[in-house]
């Protein structure tokens, strides 16, 4: 009898044993895919971070419901405390972003939907030059009773 015929399927099935076992065990690894964010979504991020940052913190004066909410009030048709926001902002951005802060009323613009959007937009700070691609990044907040929309677009600028 050739035994050769035998010895060769049990090699074989001890081969196909070690595959399985081996990729059960790759199979174990969690592999985390390589995310590369762009300086865009980095900087977007950071806008995000700054309006949540300011609307968790509550207003010291007790007049509004946070810190975001008194920046962007307007006594009178003017800004109170902008010069406040944009320190804040200044701050918190790097070094040579250039940046625009602007306020919509959504309550007014949704009283009179066949207005434009720009007609119920105020500057709380307008860039002095838009250069570069823009990130944007917004928060709503409700200001006694009214809902505006703040939205800070940041300008990536060539160093």
Do not use: W
């Not at 300086?39 to 509004?64: Q, R």
């Not at 419901?65 to 790097?94: H, M, Q, T």
């Not at 070094?95 to 613009?109: M, N």
């Not at 105020?122 to 009773?145: Q, W, Y």
Request: glycine letters at 6%; aromatic letters at 10%.
């Amino acid at each position: 009898m050739n035994n050769s015929a035998q010895i060769h399927v049990l090699e074989v099935i001890i081969v196909a044993g070690m595959i399985l076992t081996s990729l059960y065990f790759i199979r174990t690894f969690e592999f985390t895919p390589n995310i590369i964010t762009t300086e865009e979504n980095e900087l977007e991020l950071l806008g995000t971070g700054i309006l949540a940052n300011l609307e968790g913190v509550p207003d010291t004066l007790g007049e509004y419901n946070s810190l975001l909410a008194r920046y962007v009030s307007e006594d009178e048709g003017y800004f109170s405390y902008k010069y406040d926001f944009i320190e804040y902002v200044d701050l918190s951005l790097p070094s040579g972003t250039l940046y625009e802060i602007t306020r919509i009323d959504i309550t007014e613009y949704s009283k009179h939907p066949e207005d434009s959007i720009k007609d119920h937009t105020e500057d709380v700070a307008p860039a002095a030059v838009k250069v570069g691609n823009a990130a944007v990044a917004s928060r709503i907040v409700v200001i006694d009773g009214c809902i505006y929309e703040v939205v800070l677009t940041m300008y990536f600028t060539l160093r």
